[in-house]
C-alpha cells in the first residue's frame, strides 16, 4: 500500500475574525477574540488528524476486504495456486507429524565376487516415501540398483520384503512394492509452484540407522541443471541437512506436502547446506508410467550418447582440437538412418546453439516422439544440417 498516507493537504489558511466595529467592554472584548482564534486552530489541526486517521484505516480495511492492487501484487509472488492460498501452513511439528509414517527406511544386499572368485554380500540404506496404501514405494535408482534383496521398514518398526517394480536410470527414480495395506501415502505437491525461500522439511533414513530423522531448512534454487553420474537433471535445492541414507527420502513443505524426492548432496570439507531432490512433478509422472508401463514411456530422444568437452585437455583426450558438445555414440536407428555419426560436433539444435549437453537433452525432451528436429553438426571443418526423427526412449534401450 505505497500511497495509503498521501491524502491531499488543507490549502485554507485560518483566517482572523472579523473586527466588530462596535466598541463592546474592552474585558469582553480581549477574550472573545482570544478564545475565538485558538480555539478554531485547534478544531481544525484535530479535524484534519482525525479526516487521515478515518481515511487510512478505510484504505486498509477496503484492501483487505477488495483485494487492492498492490495486495494483488504481493498474492502473486507467492507463485501458489488457490489451494495452497488458501489453506493453512503447518508447524515444524505438525509436518512430521502428518509425514512420519510415509517415510520409509530401506536397506539392501548385494552379493559381489572378488578377485579370488570369492562372494560376499554388500549392505546399502537409503529411504523412501509411501505412494499408495497397498504398498507401493518409491525411492531412487542408485538406492536399489544391483540389489540382489530389498527390506522396508515402517516407522512403527514393522519390516517388509519387496519387490523391485520397475527403475528409471536417467530420472533416478524407482518404483518398488510391499505386500501391505491401509498403509499412509504421502499427499503430493505441486513443485512447480514452489518459491525460493519455501520451508522445507527433509524426513529420511541418515547414515542408515537412524530412520525417521527430521531436518529443515528452505528451498534454496530452483531448477538447478546438475550432472549426476553422466545423467543431466533438473533439481530443487535445498538447506536442510542431507547425509547420506537420505537418498529417496521425501522434501515436504510449509503445508506438509511432498515436493521432491531427495536425490543427493555436495560433499567436502568447505561445502555446506547444498542438498538436492527430484521435483515432485517429475517423481509422479515417471512413478506413474513405471508403474503402468513398467518403463516410461513417451520420452523422446535423438538417439545418440553426447559428451561435453569443456577444457583442452578433454579436447586434447578424444582426439579433437575444439572444445564442444560431441557425439560419443550413435545407438538409436533414426539417429544412423539420419547420417549421425560418433565425432560429430553439435553446433545447433533446431537454429539455437547448443550451450552444453543438458541443454541439449532439455530442449530435445520438449518435443515428442515422433516429431523432427533439425541437428546442425561440424565434420570435417564442414557444417552440416541433419535432420532427425525423435524416437521413444524404451526403443533404444531394448
Same mark, same amino acid.
Given at each position: 500500500?505505497?500511497? =495509503? ?30 478564545? #475565538? ?6 478544531? /481544525? ?10 481515511? $487510512? ?7 483487505? /476486504? ?49 578377485? =579370488? ?10 529411504? *523412501? ?27 512403527? *518398526? ?24 491401509? /498403509? ?17 522439511? $527433509? ?5 542408515? #540407522?537412524?530412520?525417521?530423522? $527430521? ?86 530422444? $535423438? ?96
Amino acid at each position: 500500500m505505497d500511497d =495509503w498516507n498521501k491524502f491531499p493537504g488543507n490549502d485554507i489558511e485560518p483566517s482572523e475574525t472579523p473586527i466588530n466595529f462596535t466598541i463592546p467592554e474592552k474585558k469582553k472584548k480581549t477574550k472573545e477574540k482570544f478564545v #475565538t482564534k485558538k480555539f478554531f486552530i485547534f478544531t /481544525l489541526i484535530f479535524a484534519m488528524v482525525f479526516s487521515a486517521a478515518i481515511g $487510512a484505516g478505510a484504505y486498509a480495511i477496503s484492501s483487505a /476486504l477488495f483485494d487492492n492492487t498492490s495486495n494483488s501484487k504481493a498474492l502473486k509472488t507467492t507463485n501458489y495456486n488457490l489451494t495452497k492460498a488458501t489453506g493453512s501452513e503447518l508447524s515444524i511439528q505438525e509436518i512430521i507429524a502428518k509425514n512420519e509414517n510415509s517415510v520409509v527406511a530401506i536397506t539392501t544386499g548385494s552379493v559381489s565376487t572378488d578377485s =579370488w572368485a570369492r562372494q560376499y554380500v554388500t549392505n546399502g540404506a537409503g529411504s *523412501g516415501v509411501i505412494y499408495s496404501k497397498d504398498g507401493y514405494i518409491l525411492t531412487n535408482n542408485h538406492v536399489i540398483n544391483g540389489a540382489s534383496t530389498i527390506k522396508v521398514t515402517l516407522h512403527d *518398526g514393522t519390516s517388509y520384503d519387496a519387490t523391485l517394480v520397475a527403475t528409471d536410470e536417467q530420472s533416478d527414480v524407482a518404483v518398488i512394492k510391499i505386500d501391505a495395506k491401509d /498403509l499412509i501415502p504421502v499427499s503430493l505437491g505441486d513443485s512447480s509452484s514452489v518459491s525460493v525461500g519455501d520451508l522445507a522439511v $527433509a524426513i529420511g533414513n541418515p547414515l542408515g #540407522t537412524l530412520a525417521g530423522t $527430521a531436518t529443515d531448512g528452505i528451498v534454496s534454487g530452483l531448477e538447478r541443471e546438475i550432472t549426476l553420474e553422466g545423467k543431466n537433471m533438473t533439481l530443487l535445492q535445498t538447506s536442510a541437512s542431507i547425509n547420506p541414507g537420505n537418498s529417496g527420502g521425501g522434501v515436504f513443505d510449509q503445508y506438509g506436502n511432498l515436493i521432491g524426492l531427495v536425490v543427493a548432496k555436495s560433499a567436502g570439507s568447505d561445502v555446506e547446506g547444498l542438498g538436492f531432490a527430484i521435483p515432485v512433478n517429475t517423481v509422479k509422472e515417471v512413478a506413474d508410467s513405471l508403474i503402468k508401463n513398467g518403463y516410461v514411456a513417451g520420452r523422446p530422444v $535423438a538417439g545418440i550418447s553426447i559428451v561435453d568437452l569443456t577444457s583442452a585437455s578433454e579436447a586434447m583426450k578424444y582426439g579433437v582440437s575444439v572444445t564442444g558438445v560431441y557425439i560419443q555414440e550413435v545407438n538409436g536407428k533414426n539417429a544412423k538412418d539420419a547420417g549421425l555419426k560418433a565425432g560429430d560436433l553439435i553446433y545447433m539444435l533446431d537454429g539455437e546453439k547448443v550451450t552444453g549437453s543438458s541443454m541439449f537433452v532439455k530442449q530435445i525432451q520438449k518435443h515428442k516422439v515422433g516429431d523432427k528436429v533439425k541437428i546442425t553438426v561440424v565434420r570435417n571443418d564442414q557444417m552440416q544440417d541433419i535432420e532427425v526423427v525423435l524416437q521413444d526412449s524404451n526403443e533404444i534401450n531394448k
